[in-house]
Every structure is written in C-alpha cells, then in structure tokens.
C-alpha cells in the first residue's frame, strides 16, 4: 500500500514547510517522508517517496505540481539524460536506507507504461525503456525489489498483447501491479511477484500462484469505515484467509491510502494482521 500521503499527519507537518518537489527530490526529506509510517504504524517496508512522473520530466516536459501534476512542453531529451535527472531517487533510497533499521526492507517503484502514457503522447516502447533504465537506477541504489504501478490499465482493450510488452521489465526483483485487469496474464511472467486490487480473488491466486509473491488484496474504502465496523470487516478477511495457504502472501491494500482515513484505523488494520498471522 502506498504508505506515506496525505492522511498522515507526520506527512502533513512536512508539507507545512515543503513542497511536493521538495520532499521527492532532497534526498533527506524524502527519506523523513518514507520512515514517517515505517515508524509510526511498525511497518515490514519501506517505499521510495516519490512520483511516477518524474520521468516524463526527465525527458524534458515541464512538469509543476499544483497541487495536481501538471505536464507541459515536449519531450526533446534523451533516456541517458532522462535518467541522469532520475539520480535523485538513488540518493533518496540511499538516506531511506541509512535511516532503517536492518530489519525493515526497502523497496522502489515507478509507474507502469500505460498509467504513465496517459500524460503524454509517448511510445510505449520509449516509456518500457525508460522505465527499464529507471528501475536498474533504484536497484543499484540499494532497493531490494522495484514494483511497477500499473493503476491505470483498466482502459487497455488488448490485455494479452499489452502484457507481452512488458517482458522486457520482467525480473526476479521486479513485481508488477495491475488494477481491474485479470491478474492471471500476468502470473504466466517470471515477475518477483504481483500486486492486486481489491476486486482479484486472493485465495484462488493464492491457490494457483507458483511464481513469487501476491499483494494485497484488503479495500482501502474499508478503512474509511468506524473501527467498530472495519473490525468486522478484517475479522471476516482474516477468517477467510485461515483457511487458505498463505505462502507467498504479502499483506497490503489494494490500492492507496484515501487521504480522509484515520491513523486510528491504519494501526489498527496492521495491528490485526499481526495479531492474526503472526
């Protein structure tokens, strides 16, 4: 799950002082931001703070948050000098790691080519590259596995054909999230591992799945519910999930944290699963 943001109040105190770019691009203040839940909800992992976009600014579109991401101008650069602007996130991860302690993972991620196409008029063969180079770029860095958000791919109509673009980003350290698209054209692929919304069927890929981990799959609505409420709700997910073999199985919501959830309810959404699975 997308850990740090705006339902944080950690998050909130930083974005006082700071902006957006500000926190993604100092290496120390991303890395404030990405510890921030780490420390407060006992986190397993921590992700790079930073943003899908950032390549296309690489490439050399103008790009302003505002608050929203606002793109502009052409792309007129190429992949080497896009992924020289890219150094930032290396120097990011590198803080991020310093500041965990040993026991706490450390991942990257970037935007999957279709979400990030949505931006801009850009060949998908131009973005997998891209990517590629970018997702090399956080593994040298010191990430241990880069995942691939791909949030956007529910207005793709050729599925099959589109996942076979994506071979060449398939890796052992490299996992691959998709929403509202059948998870299982994916899971033919030697990914590290794949991440689900909340509309997958968890068990069943739990059940069929051999390659690697599966993410997922809680709501993230749910946890806009009363407590009283949203322990029901994880009562019945976790009763469920007893009866199925969990390996493989990487607890996470299916999507990001909507800003309006409490804290309360993100401590207690972990507090569960741990008491549960532990």
């Not at 420390?39 to 992992?45: A, G, H």
């Amino acid at each position: 799950m997308r850990q740090a943001g705006r339902y944080h109040s950690h998050y909130q105190k930083l974005k006082e002082k700071y902006t957006f770019e500000q926190l993604c691009k100092e290496p120390e203040l991303a890395a404030e931001v990405a510890c921030g839940p780490v420390k407060e909800f006992n986190l397993d992992v921590a992700i790079l703070f930073s943003d899908i976009l950032f390549p296309l600014e690489g490439l050399g579109m103008d790009l302003r948050y505002n608050p929203g991401p606002q793109l502009a101008g052409t792309i007129h650069k190429d992949i080497a000098e896009a992924i020289e602007h890219m150094k930032f996130q290396a120097e990011a991860l590198k803080t991020t790691r310093e500041m965990l302690d040993n026991n706490v993972s450390l991942i990257g991620f970037v935007g999957g080519p279709h979400t990030i196409k949505q931006y801009c008029d850009v060949k998908l063969e131009t973005l997998i590259t891209l990517l590629k180079a970018n997702i090399d770029l956080q593994l040298e860095a010191g990430a241990e596995k880069v995942m691939i958000f791909d949030s956007g791919v529910a207005t793709v109509k050729d599925w099959q054909s589109y996942v076979q673009l994506l071979e060449p980003l398939v890796s052992s350290d490299v996992g691959y999230y998709c929403k509202e698209q059948d998870v299982n054209a994916v899971t033919h692929y030697d990914w590290t591992g794949v991440g689900i919304d909340s509309t997958q069927n968890l068990h069943t890929l739990l059940n069929n799945t051999t390659k690697g981990f599966v993410q997922g799959n809680f709501s993230e609505q749910l946890l806009l519910l009363p407590p009283n409420k949203l322990k029901m709700q994880l009562d019945i997910y976790c009763n469920e999930l007893q009866e199925t073999n969990r390996t493989g199985w990487v607890c996470g919501l299916g999507h990001g944290i909507h800003k309006d959830t409490p804290e309360y309810n993100v401590h207690l959404f972990v507090d569960t699963i741990r008491e549960r699975f532990s």
